[in-house]
């Protein structure tokens, strides 16, 4: 089995490639825009759109990963890495005759909070409310325009916060805290929010891979535990093998925050469930602890 990997030098891609090349046996093919040795072959997307085609066309699987993170990602530069990037990627499988892509959306297209509401579901309308959640949909949308009424099978996932060894931006930001050995204000915070571990992503996109159910179908996942701010923190504190300590802040400082600050409010605070019920079925897939 062949197998395309797109970021293949981002948090995921490090951890998904050696994943797949395990589990399934897989010679894995990375298009980045720098080339690494991470894969059996390397293919750079400065490449000719020709160039690259001959060289896929004997691939099982694409799975793209590459996109700009939402931190501090400009509308142009949502454009360029998310929506043009996605057009690309598809028109290429499609002339290469690839018989599946994956694509690594984000819950973001869902939304950023189930705050009274039930948990987010895979085939709910999507009402995405950041530029980030409008770039994903946009590229879900482009993929499923040129793949109608082709050979090429299209997956998409859909994974909220991603954690691991190594965070990237958010979660990282709270490792630094964490090290500070400082105790945090998040005493008082009962939030409910849903996380993905890397270990669990790779085990469903392992799957999705081959799974004949996955085809032209939508999934969300996640580690089918809800946990409040502190749990999380504490989860990311386990990999520092430190305990972490908290104490309460008075609820006007979270009024406050949600009134001049709701981003930043909805990131400490705010709840974001996802239902994985769907996935569960549908591929007899169950997160591991």
Known sequence: MRIAVTGANGFIGQQLCPYLKEQLKADIITLTRTPAAIGNKAL????????LVSELRHVDCLIHLAARAHSH???????????????????LAVAANIPRIIYISSIK??????QNRPPFVADEIPQPSDDYGHSKLASELIFKKHLANTTTELVIIRPPLVYGRHNKGNLQSLEKLIGLGL????????????????????ALISLAVTHPNAAHQTF?????????????????????NKNVRFFKVPNWIYTALKKYRPQINERLAGDLQVDIAKTQSCLDWSPRD
């Not at 750079?44 to 160039?51: I, K, M, N, T, V």
């Not at 105790?183 to 790779?202: G, I, M, T, W, Y």
């Open 183 to 202: 105790p945090l204000p998040f005493a008082n915070l009962h939030n409910k929010r849903d996380l993905v571990s890397v270990e669990n992503l790779c």
């Open 73 to 91: 990602a400009s509308a142009a530069d949502l454009e360029r890495d998310n929506l043009n990037l996605s057009e690309r990627i598809a028109k």
């Open 44 to 51: 750079s997307l400065a490449e000719s759109d020709e160039q």
């Open 220 to 240: 969300l996942v996640s580690d089918g535990v809800t946990r409040s701010t502190p749990e999380i923190v504490q989860l990311l504190a386990n990999f520092q």
């Open 109 to 114: 297209v869902n939304g950023n909070s189930t």
